[in-house]
C-alpha cells in the first residue's frame, strides 16, 4: 500500500505541534548534550545540590553576548535569601560542571 492510497484527515488534529526546539531538546537528552538555557530551570533539582533547590527556584535565565548564563533566583522564603547568598559560588560551581564550561556570567537572588 502507497502512501498515496492512504486518506489523511487533516481537520483532526492528532498531536499538538512541537517546537523545533523541544524536538532537538529531547534528542540531545537522548545523546547526552544540553542544548538550550531552559533546560538549567527544567532540570533545577538535578543540577544544584538538595540544599540549593530547596530554598531556591530559578526565574530567569538570560543568554548575554559572549555565550554566558545571567541566573536569577527567587528563595522560597525571605528568611533563605541571606542563606542563598552565602550559596551563590556553590551554586555558579554546580551549574559550570553541569554544561562542561564556564557557563554563568552573574547569578542573581531577588526577594
Not at 543540577?47 to 553576548?65: E, L, M
Not at 545571567?70 to 551549574?95: G, M, T, W
Request: proline content about 2%; aromatic content about 8%.
Amino acid at each position: 500500500m502507497s502512501n498515496q492510497d492512504k486518506k489523511i484527515n487533516l481537520d483532526v488534529r492528532k498531536n499538538r505541534p512541537q517546537t523545533l526546539a523541544a524536538a532537538f531538546g529531547g534528542l540531545m537528552e537522548i545523546f547526552g548534550g544540553r542544548t538550550a538555557d531552559a533546560d538549567l530551570a527544567k532540570k533545577w533539582k538535578d543540577v544544584v545540590s538538595s540544599d540549593i533547590s530547596n530554598i531556591a527556584n530559578v526565574v530567569a535565565v538570560r543568554k548575554t553576548r559572549d555565550k554566558k548564563f545571567n541566573i536569577v533566583l527567587r528563595p522560597v522564603s525571605a528568611a533563605f535569601a541571606l542563606e542563598l547568598s552565602y550559596k551563590v559560588e556553590d551554586c555558579k560551581k554546580q551549574i559550570n560542571k553541569y554544561y562542561g564550561y564556564d557557563a554563568v556570567a552573574k547569578i542573581t537572588i531577588r526577594k
